[in-house]
T-cell receptor
Framework: GAGVSQSPRYKVAKRGQDVALRCDPI?????LFWYQQALGQGPEFLTY????????KSGLPSDRFFAERPEGSVSTLKIQRTQQEDSAVYLC??????????????FGEGSRLTVL | GQQLNQSPQSMFIQEGEDVSMNCTSS?????WLWYKQEPGEGPVLLIA?????ELTSNGRLTAQFGITRKDSFLNISASIPSDVGIYFC????????????FGKGTRLSVIA
């Protein structure tokens, strides 16, 4: 498809399990962002990639969160030893321009993570 | 960190009415944007504003970048049922090194 694709759309994990969330950005988009959206809140920044380089990971809440984009296209957000407070929608967004140029992002539908 | 305050948090309006919502910040932003999110979907960009004082329209939507660079508002004229959703303001503080910051959203319900 032409848009940002995320999978899985829904994930239920037991506390302590590891999860991996995938993002397939719009083809050719150099910038890729991960955001976390808790229920009833706005999206909160997690991390930013320009091509394969992770230029900003200041929003990652703990060292249990890890993201990669090894070939500058598909990205994976991994959460180790999930906790209940990790329950949220994880949004991926991409842009054809570098981060500083614009805030015009194209978002995927999100991956809703529920940790029991 | 930087925070955006959106108001109102929610609103219920009759179809055909005009809607106004706003967003304020304690920090100056160089770019203001308005996104809309529908249930089960990601946010979709509605309007982007790049200059203080700028007034931009997109169909029935009009947004303004406040001259102090610390606020923005969004107006929707003649609301229709498909306007239902959550409207987020977002600000970009400077070029290059800071992430896009979102408000908590205004939930709009339209009564037919």
């Amino acid at each position: 498809g032409a848009g940002v694709s995320q999978s899985p759309r829904y994930k239920v994990a037991k506390r302590g399990q590891d999860v991996a969330l995938r993002c397939d950005p719009i083809s050719g988009h150099v910038s890729l962002f991960w955001y976390q959206q808790a229920l009833g809140q706005g999206p909160e920044f997690l991390t930013y990639f320009q091509n394969e380089a992770q230029l900003d990971k200041s929003g990652l809440p703990s060292d249990r969160f890890f993201a990669e984009r090894p070939e500058g296209s598909v990205s994976t957000l991994k959460i180790q030893r999930t906790q209940q407070e990790d329950s949220a929608v994880y949004l991926c967004a991409s842009s054809s321009r570098d981060r500083g140029s614009t805030g015009e992002l194209f978002f995927g539908e999100g991956s809703r993570l529920t940790v029991l | 960190g930087q925070q955006l305050n959106q108001s109102p948090q929610s609103m219920f309006i009759q179809e055909g009415e005009d809607v106004s919502m706003n967003c304020t910040s304690s920090s100056i932003f160089n770019t203001w944007l308005w996104y809309k999110q529908e249930p089960g979907e990601g946010p979709v960009l509605l309007i982007a504003l790049y200059k203080a004082g700028e007034l931009t329209s997109n169909g029935r939507l009009t947004a303004q970048f406040g001259i102090t660079r610390k606020d923005s508002f969004l107006n929707i004229s003649a609301s229709i049922p498909s306007d239902v959703g959550i409207y987020f303001c977002a600000g970009l503080w400077s070029s290059g090194n800071t992430p896009l910051v979102f408000g908590k959203g205004t939930r709009l319900s339209v009564i037919a």
